[in-house]
């Protein structure tokens, strides 16, 4: 059973950063797609970003390239979601998620909600103007 714990959400000012970690327990299997996704209030989850464990390729949101970088630290078992220049829209719960994806696996070309099935507890992140 995978479980995953998020932290480092905050309130920063428009213009600021913050960077997300996801510390991932209960591996069993070769290979996973971790993502990101995120949450406002009144809107669906979208995905921000995502990564294969044993790939280096990446998948970003429209709405959050050049200003997000993914990455992870698999000695640590550690995914990050580094932030930059955010805006007051990027204000949501953002949840770490994680889907068993056997070696050689991939991500989804275009991750959604229903291809994971373990997540985090969330963590806020608000952006004031």
């Known amino acids: 059973q995978v479980q995953l714990v998020e932290s480092g959400g905050g309130s920063v000012q428009a213009g600021g950063s913050l960077r997300l970690s996801c510390a991932a327990s209960?591996?069993?299997?070769?290979?996973?797609?971790m993502g990101w996704f995120r949450q406002a209030p009144g809107k669906e989850r979208e995905a921000v970003a995502a990564?294969?464990?044993?790939?280096?390729?990446?998948y970003y949101a429209d709405s959050v390239k050049g200003r997000f970088t993914i990455s992870q630290d698999n000695a640590k078992n550690t995914l990050y979601l580094q932030m930059v220049s955010l805006k007051p829209e990027d204000t949501a719960m953002y949840y770490c998620a994680a889907e068993s994806r056997p070696w050689p696996g991939s991500c989804p070309r275009v991750p959604h909600r229903g291809d994971f099935g373990y997540w985090g507890q969330g963590t806020q992140v608000t952006v004031s103007s």
């Open positions: 209960g591996y069993t299997s070769s290979g996973y797609c």
């Open positions: 990564i294969y464990t044993r790939r280096s390729s990446t």
